[in-house]
């Protein structure tokens, strides 16, 4: 056999990589080319076209040739999974009219718990109330004013237990004032408040948290509430835990609807039915999909957020597979809890309360596998001979096994964008999975647990380390120490979280003023446990002979999360305690947890001529 | 008065409306960081930002012009103020000014989001 140049392609959900090596009689395959870029259109289509062509054009510049100077170039023969996702909140706290006032100014004044009806400032003007009052004032009114007709009417024997100040002047009135009252400031819809109706004000001292107003109890005492009222309050007090200060005013009508929407059952159709209701959360989700596996599809109960959850889901896949929205079967379901940051509809201030929300990952198989016309076309658009070259399982395990230190018998797992693949050759050949919820996923719940509103910063955040600017000059990094910087932040940094750039360089991203580093830091690491430790968990199960994981001495994990900064750390950590020996793939000894299946085949195809 | 007790340092021109420097000072005292203000000399804001901040124990320094312009310096940063109005501030602007020198105090994020401020 003459010297052949032969190219491996592998199409993945969010990336194609490639590989080049050159082939000949009685030698082992000299890799001489790697390439990677975003593949283009859903994983198993033609469309798939443009990316493996700049890959493999990518791989040949490395090589110093043309694409047109290949012998042949192999695709991967994807597996035919598609793989979605939907979030849907399973709470909502609504506050009818203006119930909730109370929200967290950065700078509320004085201390303590006060109530009382609420009255507007001039009516100081008039004879004192022999009951105690909360006093609102206006914008309009400065706050030395304020404080100098607070003193004159509490010395005329008003009975003011607290103060609602609309503008920014909580401490400087507090600061003028002899005695020391809770005043709660910065009050947006200030024009909203319930004049008249029983009002709390509560302040704690700095460093401490209300106590009396996220207490349904406590209200009721404060507010006098009859049992049916406190359970009403409930999600109002529960609004109001963690923060320094807070107002409730209590309404004739009634004081909240903490409303729970219809969340709906999800039906999971396998090895048997079993019917979840959503609101039971992941766990009961989860336990339903392990009881009916391998399953036929799940569906959602009509008209109900399960129903739309599905729907969207189906919708997804439909679109992107093309095929009809009612043949789409989910062949697996990922369910996560998540706590998701929400303004509570109502509140005249800007109150926000976590609501419960499920996220749903899953996985169709679609019927569209044109490989054989996507190897066609690319073999007529570059002039050579190009073809399926193998199951992507196997060629992924062939390619593992390329790693130093990894030998027969090993399970892989292949965490990428979409889904988290395992496979370990088992009896006559191998056993397979694929698991719906990967990368993407994780993106997706963050997003939503922080608030963000924007996938792409997400993603970020799952990508990089985050740090604290607490000087011009220093960052405080996630594990406690200091990094000091050459020069001055930018102002519109200081005191923000920052996440570093991948390369440990320099480039700071300033996340939103509302973050806090602890926050981000275990949004992000729940998350990618939630997900992707999880779903390894359940694809090794899964391919496990009897459902033990311990009959695996070996996992070698590969694919593009296991380029994460922590994802392996966290599975090593993990596998680790069932006695399994765990870590990232390197391929060739060279190329990392990447190209594991462009690399397999390759030497598939080497393997082969050698037989011939 | 404990000499060593932390404040942030403002010097106004002469000129400067007093209107201003209240503002200023307000701004500081709602975010409850203590302040106090140095006699009056000559200068731009940007220098005099340096100045205050080189006399203030937070090392932070806020500057008045004689027409309401501001600076805020930080006496680790030697070759230039922090920030600067982008012309002479409105009342709301000197007590945002002193609001944001209290932040940096407290190490906390700054609301620069009016457009109110430069970096020079």
Known sequence: MTARLVAGVDVGNATTEAAIACLEAGAEPRFIGTSLCPTTGLKGTIQNLGGIETALGRAAEQVGIAVGALDVVLLNDAAPVVAGMAMQTITETVVTESTMVGHNPSTPGGHGLGVGALIPF??????????????????AVRFS????????????GWPIAGL???????VLIANRLNVALPIVDEVAGFDLLPMGQRTAVEVAHPGHQVQAICNPYALAGLLHLDPEETRRVAPIARALVGLRSGVVARLPAGLTQGRTIQAGVLTVHGRRSESVDARSGAEAIMRAVDNAWPLSDVEGEPGTNAGAMLGTLRATMSEISGEPAETIRVRDLLAVDVLVARAVEGAVAAGTTLESAVGLAALVQTSHRPLGALAAALSSRLGIQAGVGGIEAEMALRGALT??????PVAIVDMGAGSVDAATPGGEGLRSVHLAGAGELVTL?????LGLNDRDLAEQIKRRPAAWVEDLFRLRLEDGTVRFLPEPVPAH????VVLLAEDGGGELTGLPAHLHLDRVRSSRQEFKAKVLVYNTLRALRSISSYGDLREFSAVVLVGGCALDFEIPTMLTRRL???????????IRASQGPRNAVATGLILAHAEGLGRA | MNEDAPYVAIIAAEACPPGLIDEVLWGLEEDGVPARLLPSRGGSTGELAGLAAAASPLELGIALGAAGECAIGHAAVQRRCLLESEGPLT?????????IAARLAKRLTLPLEDGTWKTP
């Open chain 1, 145 to 156: 004013d304020a404080a100098r007709r607070i003193a004159a009417a509490l010395e005329r």
């Open chain 1, 576 to 586: 680790a305690e069932l006695g399994i020996v765990a870590g990232s793939g390197n």
């Open chain 1, 122 to 139: 001039a009516a100081l003007d008039g004879e004192p109330s022999l009951d105690s009052v909360i006093v609102a004032i206006p914008e």
């Open chain 1, 493 to 496: 940094l200081f005191g923000r």
């Open chain 1, 164 to 170: 609602i100040v609309q503008r920014d002047d909580g």
């Open chain 2, 91 to 99: 009342p709301a602007q000197a007590r945002r000014a002193g609001c």
């Open chain 1, 445 to 449: 719940l963050i997003d939503a647990a």
């Open chain 1, 403 to 408: 790693s130093p230190g990894v030998s027969l």
